[in-house]
């Protein structure tokens, strides 16, 4: 019952560095997102998978590009990290994008840049 | 920018005792959702209410929309230490919104 799975935990980067966070979902679902969460606050969108082969952006994009790799992967690339973007991301799935479908989330990854 | 905000933002009450947290938005939605997040974990989805629904229960949890108002609010009855976690409230129109989140401790 892995659900959603996130690597790696925990990171910590350099100014400039680039890196790739991983996200893989065994439900079958179709849909998939990424999220960052900033403390005292909700989460946002960075980007969205609706079905394989389609990525969108979400409320705040820049800086970040994605890949939906096939149905159950979808990974979050950060080119040149900037200490702005230290947060914990989550990435999520649902069945479908549609209105009623709760996500499933998992357990985050905590980035911090120097 | 946050659709939803949680009111109160902290709530600490004894074990036993009911909690109370709501929820405001500021445009239509299609549907109203709340989740839970332990500490260092994801979001764990709770209910969905709809925008034509008033009420629904799932357990001990209820929740209320008041689509007049643009607001809702989440009741967890007979808490118990393990209900210790933040609650978020996200809406749903174009795509899902989360608000800042009540981070709720029941003291056993």
């Known amino acids: 019952n892995a659900g959603v799975t996130q690597t790696p935990k925990f990171q910590v980067l350099k100014t400039g560095q680039s890196m790739t966070l991983q996200c893989a979902q065994d439900?079958?679902?179709?849909?998939m997102y990424w999220y960052r969460q900033d403390p005292g606050m909700g989460l946002r969108l960075i980007y969205y998978s609706a079905s394989e082969g389609t990525t969108d952006k979400g409320e705040v994009p820049n800086g970040y590009n994605v890949s939906r790799l096939n149905k159950r992967e979808f990974s979050l690339r950060l080119e040149s990290a900037a200490p702005s973007q230290t947060s914990v991301y989550f990435c999520?799935?649902?069945?479908?994008?549609?209105?009623?479908?709760?996500?499933?989330f998992g357990d985050g990854t905590r980035l911090s840049i120097l | 920018s946050q659709q939803g905000e949680e009111d109160p933002q902290a709530l600490s009450i004894q074990e036993g005792e009911n909690a109370t947290m709501n929820c405001s938005y500021k445009?239509?939605?299609?549907?109203l959702q709340w989740y839970r997040q332990n500490s260092g974990r994801g979001l764990v989805h709770l209910i969905l209410?709809?925008?034509?629904?008033r009420e629904k229960h799932s357990g001990r949890l209820r929740v209320t929309l008041d689509t007049s108002k643009k607001s809702s609010s989440l009741l967890i009855t007979a808490s118990r230490a393990a209900d210790t976690a933040s609650y978020f409230c996200a809406t749903r129109s174009n795509m899902l919104t989360f608000g800042g989140g009540t981070r709720l401790m029941v003291k056993p």
């Open positions: 445009t239509s939605i299609n549907n």
């Open positions: 439900m079958n679902h179709n849909s």
């Open positions: 209410i709809r925008s034509n629904e």
């Open positions: 999520a799935s649902s069945e479908a994008a549609g209105s009623n479908q709760p996500q499933h």
